[in-house]
């Protein structure tokens, strides 16, 4: 069973940045993609970004130009890093990862296509 632990999540105000970063024990060798959903209170789980084994990048069209996902595959971690954050980009932040049929598939958008997710670490962008 793999699992994956997030952290850098924290308190910050709009325009500002922070940097999370999620290790998966053991290594997840035969995951085809990782990424971060998140979810603020009241609302679904949404994609938020992901990035294939071969480090093909996809994002949510919200945080494009101000987040940046990357990976270390020898490492099995994955990092965001959140610039320019808005009070509406305040949730709980979940690593996870998923197989999607090769290395190079693209990742569901879908969170109910990723096999392994963290405990979550909370996001707050204060105005």
């Known amino acids: 069973q793999v699992q994956l632990a997030e952290s850098g999540g924290g308190l910050v105000q709009a325009g500002g940045s922070l940097r999370l970063s999620c290790t998966a024990s053991?290594?997840?060798?035969?995951?085809?993609?990782m990424g971060w959903f998140r979810q603020a209170p009241g609302k679904e789980r949404e994609f938020v970004a992901a990035?294939?084994?071969?480090?093909?990048?996809y994002y949510r069209d919200s945080v494009e130009g101000r987040f940046t996902i990357s990976r270390d595959n020898a490492k099995a971690t994955v990092e965001l890093q959140m610039n320019n954050l808005k009070p509406e980009d305040a949730a709980v932040y979940y690593c996870?990862?998923?197989?999607?049929?090769?290395?190079?598939?693209?990742?569901?958008?879908?969170?109910?296509?990723?096999?392994?997710w963290g405990q979550g670490t909370q996001v707050t962008v204060s105005s």
């Open positions: 990035i294939n084994w071969a480090k093909v990048l």
């Open positions: 996870t990862a998923g197989r999607f049929g090769s290395r190079r598939a693209t990742p569901s958008r879908n969170p109910e296509a990723w096999r392994y």
């Open positions: 053991p290594r997840t060798g035969s995951a085809d993609a």
